[in-house]
């Protein structure tokens, strides 16, 4: 085992502590997933107190309000802890730009055909 305990919300299993820093008996790292995370920075951007938010999770007021700027900064993202490269971000927007295209093409195309079946009328 690796010694990385996941993180919960809810005071479950991962959120034990004894220590006042919020680190679970034992003194274990707490990794928090992207999306953990993002629950967290989505609560505290509708309204909910950062204090309040940092006392539940038992995280620093500080690592919250890091959480939520990185977030503005690039979405869920932002949140990982290996964040994908500069290479793999464009590769990832590419092929969506490629997808929207081709369901443009598609959309087009379906459109000209039905345009083809009709019959056409004289010009006057």
């Not at 990185?70 to 490629?98: H, N, T």
């Amino acid at each position: 085992m690796s010694g990385v305990m996941e993180a919960g919300m809810d005071g479950g299993e991962g959120s034990r502590s004894s220590a006042p820093d919020g680190r679970p008996e034992g003194g274990r790292e707490v990794r928090w997933s992207a999306r953990r995370k993002e629950g967290v920075v989505l609560r505290l951007l509708r309204g909910e107190s950062l204090d309040a938010l940092a006392r539940e999770c038992r995280v620093a007021a500080g690592t919250i309000s890091g959480w939520r700027e990185e977030f503005l900064a690039a979405g869920r993202e932002g949140l990982k802890s290996r964040p994908r490269s500069e290479e793999d971000r464009r590769l990832v927007e590419a092929q969506r730009k490629i997808g929207e295209l081709s369901m443009d093409l598609d959309i087009l195309r379906a459109l000209n055909e039905e345009i083809d079946r009709r019959p056409r009328r004289p010009r006057r």
